[in-house]
């Protein structure tokens, strides 16, 4: 879990940096991490699959971006109702 933070924060120096490339290499290995140690369904995962596309679509990979878009934006809705459901 840890690891996929670190990992966060150097895609965020990446991007910065406007090393748009790394940013989406460090991006790929933080959801991975995530999905691994969390599972598919866990807040993380649903950020980093969020974040990766944003930086997909800072780097002009248009499709790429928009793939994960909708499972992102889906995923936050979902995790917006629960929250809601159980206040």
């Known amino acids: 879990f840890e690891y996929g933070v670190t990992l966060s924060n ?3 120096v990446a991007t910065q940096a406007g090393d748009i490339r790394e940013a989406i290499d460090v991006s790929r290995r933080q959801l991975e991490v995530f999905e691994h140690a969390l599972g598919s369904d866990h807040p993380f995962v649903t950020l980093a699959l969020y974040n990766s596309a944003i ?9 790429a ?3 994960r878009m909708p499972v992102a934006v889906n995923r936050m809705t979902k995790l917006v109702a629960e929250r809601g459901e159980r206040s």
């Open 10 to 12: 150097l895609a965020s």
């Open 55 to 63: 930086t997909l679509y800072s780097a002009g990979r248009l499709d």
């Open 65 to 67: 971006a928009w793939a």
